[in-house]
């Protein structure tokens, strides 16, 4: 592998764990995770989506380079995709107008989007996240790509169960 490859990599691990240490706000940690993952593997964009316990509503709680009209849209069937989540597979979209998990194909092609690759999390017993990156063109990830996807997907976990924590002390002080 290219050594400024593997140097991307470890800056962006470096910083996003330098991020979570010290506690920048959820919000701009996620969206730095997204633009990383996007950026390093040549994504036009990603979502990190959470499913909460007793839903079945796969809510953005961050993006990159995505629109709001696709975000609103979606392109992948939600029910199909959460049954993936809770088993914990790994989602990997080549051909959006043959795959049937793909159910809107005018807002893919709207956006852009031909392939995406989704790696499920669970962040606790009752919350499971999705980090999924989307591809203007077929997309067959690298080993070190999926691994420092896995790695930033663990990160953004990590970063939402803190601020979890923190949330869940405030509420108690009070």
Known sequence: ???????????????????????EELSDILYFIC???????????????VLEHGTFDLKVVSSYGLSQEYLRAGAIDHGKSITEIMQ?????????????RVQNIKAAKREGIKAVIGIPFTVNETTY???????????????????????????????????????AKRNTIH
């Open 1 to 23: 592998m290219d050594e400024t490859i593997i140097d991307s990599y470890f800056y962006a691990l470096v910083r996003v764990v330098d991020a979570i240490y010290q506690e």
């Open 35 to 49: 633009s990383l993952g996007a950026e390093i593997t040549g994504a036009k964009g990603s979502t990190i989506r």
């Open 88 to 100: 914990g597979n790994i989602i990997i979209i080549n051909d959006f107008e043959k795959d049937s």
């Open 129 to 167: 996240s999705i980090f999924r990156l989307y591809f203007p063109k077929k997309k067959i990830p690298t080993h070190e790509e999926m691994e420092l996807l896995n790695s930033l997907g663990k990160l953004s976990c990590l970063a939402i169960e803190r601020a979890a924590v923190a949330v």
